[in-house]
């Protein structure tokens, strides 16, 4: 037994660990702001061209592998105006002669009947003809053809595309990591399939710098970043994971950064959802971002198949949807929404006239130089001094 003095002692030497006296500070783009610095530059100036697994960008902007955002004939629109659309070959456009038909069932829906249509349309089987033909297609409206699957359907259909025309493979998942354990099958293996695709591979999507490193070792041409930030996706809900952008963009952007001094090779880090203003891109970049992938800012487009509507991809899940169908309506073209002229005053068209002087007033003549800018803690920023607006 041990006496009042021994008990005493022991009690003090004792220590509880918590989770939650460890758990570190992350940031969202309403977290943070931009800080002026010692120089401005010219808005005309300013150079916003990139590169994605060897294809040129004249906008650092790609349309989200989503089937209402991007068809063929955005993409051919898109690539007019620098920028590159990914279609994604588990969609309707791989699955229907007619997606279009199937598209507008979907938008016209009623609430309570859309998710049984969803699992519905995309219970049809994925057809190689479809694939080739869209490939074909996004040649002929001037597009590259970028194309996207997760890594099951990547081992069946990567070759194939390649074989086709495809200019770059992205394989896509809710969260990519270098190794992934399963007992029921053989994961695809990633340093083997980036190796004996001839077309480049990039990778999506991580918030991790362990994991996005990883990712680079075993060959990825591009690493995408953000896990459940989309307008119409529902993970964070659902699942309970993520990580706002702003900490997944700029860990995963030190990952690249320690690649590219131990290989030489600089690896393009994707920003995909979350960004809906023209700050939101800005603080993007800053965050170490190369390229920008958007969703619904881009569903929004008269050219968009979703007919003002948007559906994240997993969605379709007959067991456990982690998408929602959500109604951003159409506010013009693909052009107005990229290149203004704004008709509104909330940042969310002229997103590359916004880019541009955002970056004009804090001397970033280039995206490397953006990526350097000052980045501040100000989750304040959004409110102060606007009481009148938020009165409106």
Sequence with gaps: MLDQTQASETANRRIFRSKVDTIRPTYGFEDVSLAPGTSTVEPDDVDL?????????????????MDAVVDTRLAGELGRLGGLAIINLEGVQARYDDPDAVLAKIAAAADGEVH???????????????????IEELHAAGARAAVAATPGAARRFGPFCAEHGADLFLVQSQVSSARHLATGYDPLSLEEFTRFMPIPVAVGNTTNAEAAFALMEQGAAAVFVGVGPGAACTTREVLGIGVPQVTAISDVAAARDAWYAESGQYVRVVADGGMR?????AKAIAAGADALMLGSPLARAEEAPGRGT??????????????????????GTLERILFGPATVTDGSENLIGALRQSMAALGARTIGEMQQVEMVYAPSVQTEGKSWQRSR
Excluded: C
Aim: proline content about 10%.
């Design 49 to 65: 061209t990139s590169e994605l697994g060897g294809i040129p960008l004249g906008i650092p902007i790609l349309a989200a592998a």
């Design 116 to 134: 049984d249509l969803l699992a519905a349309a995309y219970a049809e089987p994925i057809r190689e003809d479809l694939i080739a033909r869209r």
């Design 277 to 281: 203003r023209g700050g939101e891109l």
């Design 310 to 331: 948007n559906w994240g991809m997993a969605a379709p899940s007959p067991t456990l949807p982690r998408g929602t169908r959500i109604r951003v309506g159409t506010v």
